[in-house]
């Protein structure tokens, strides 16, 4: 079982809508969690990062931690057509990415 | 502006050629990392390394070496080339600093070997 898994998509979303982005994970060990964007053709850059359950704000991105549930999720409000790009969930403490998920915006 | 700077943004090498990628980061971090991506392979961690003059293997070492002399430096190293390692390399830092701040990536070489 793979570490970390992400739907690779795409998920396609209508402007100005939600974006919901799920990533599971193995080890119940695992403390923090990263979100990454990566535009084609770029290298990632960092979005938020969780560590406690519950979740955590950042303008319009929600990141949320279920340690119970070994679930992380990334929740893209007002949803643009610049959000258009694949989305890598990381573990931090080996290191782990998942393989990301594709979102397209549609306008 | 904090940086990751990787020597290369393209390269083109020939089969059996020794290559060297090189990066270097002014965040004083002590972690740095060399990822490989490939489409629907992701990102796959080929070596790190937690201090000066430490490395450790992450999951696809074969075929690569590194060096980390310096801090602030950490090198891949192709021995010999091959067709199949042609792909992405990312370059990336961290600090050991908690929480921990994520990782700071390169721009990438894209390295093609013909």
């Known amino acids: 079982q793979k570490e970390v898994e992400q739907n690779s998509g795409p998920l396609s979303v209508p402007e100005g809508a939600i974006a919901s982005l799920n990533c599971t994970y193995s080890?119940?060990?695992?403390?923090?969690f990263f979100w990454y964007r990566q535009y084609s053709g770029k290298s990632p850059e960092l979005i938020m990062f969780?560590?406690?359950?519950g979740d955590k704000e950042d303008g319009r991105f929600t990141a949320q931690l279920n340690k119970a549930s070994q679930y992380v999720s990334l929740l893209i409000r007002d949803s643009q057509p610049s959000d258009s790009a694949t989305y890598l969930c990381?573990?931090?403490?080996?290191?782990?990415f998942g393989k990301g998920t594709r979102l397209h915006i549609l306008p | 502006d904090v940086k990751v700077t990787q020597s290369s943004r393209y390269l083109v090498k020939r089969t059996g050629e020794k290559v060297f990628l090189e990066c270097v980061q002014d965040?004083?971090?002590?972690?740095m990392f060399w990822y490989r991506q490939d489409p629907g392979l992701g990102l796959r961690l080929i070596y790190f390394?937690?201090?000066?003059?430490?490395?450790e293997k992450g999951d696809i070492p074969e075929g690569y070496s590194v060096s980390r002399e310096k801090k602030e430096r950490f090198s891949l190293i192709l021995e010999s080339a091959s067709t199949n390692q042609t792909s992405m390399y990312l370059c990336?830092?961290?600090?050991?600093?908690?929480?921990?701040?994520?990782?700071?990536f390169g721009s990438g070489t894209r390295l093609t070997v013909v």
């Open positions: 990336a830092s961290s600090s050991i600093q908690r929480p921990l701040g994520g990782y700071t």
């Open positions: 080890d119940r060990g695992s403390q923090s």
């Open positions: 969780i560590y406690s359950n």
């Open positions: 990381a573990r931090d403490d080996k290191i782990i």
């Open positions: 965040m004083d971090h002590e972690n």
């Open positions: 390394s937690y201090d000066v003059k430490m490395k």
